[in-house]
């Protein structure tokens, strides 16, 4: 072997060996906060402000079409949210079918936030330890959130 595969070599067989000790389970440091509530979620909200942006943008434009018609007969069928713009296929154009598809993106969004919500790991207001981050005992502290 070269010096450097023996190098490469000698560096993974380390931190191979570094690593092994390190998965056993251990206590956390009494330091780490203590949740006075259980772990949270909530629909994650940056999508449903994209989902209600979107949706109010397309659905706005193509309500547009029919209000400047009068909602007559060959364009009412536009308002419907969501499939409107696809209910009558003879009459599918492009922009129509771009709007459709934004509007069916919007309801993608909002099925994303009620699927994949964030989780709050710990509460809103948690006591901290004087050690823990240099703050007065019972001090309030913030949740992470991710």
Known sequence: MTG???AIAMVFTLSVLACAGSAEAQEPPPAYL???EPVRSRPDPTA???SAVLFGFSYGLALSIPIGNGFDEQ???I?????GPFLRPSQLTWGLTLDGLLQLGSVAFFTKAFVSPTRILGPARATGEPEARGVAAGAP????VF
């Open 48 to 50: 449903l402000r994209a």
């Open 75 to 77: 364009t009412r069928w």
């Open 141 to 144: 502290v913030s949740g992470l």
């Open 34 to 36: 203590r949740a006075v």
């Open 4 to 6: 450097s595969r023996v």
């Open 79 to 83: 308002a419907v949210p969501g499939v």
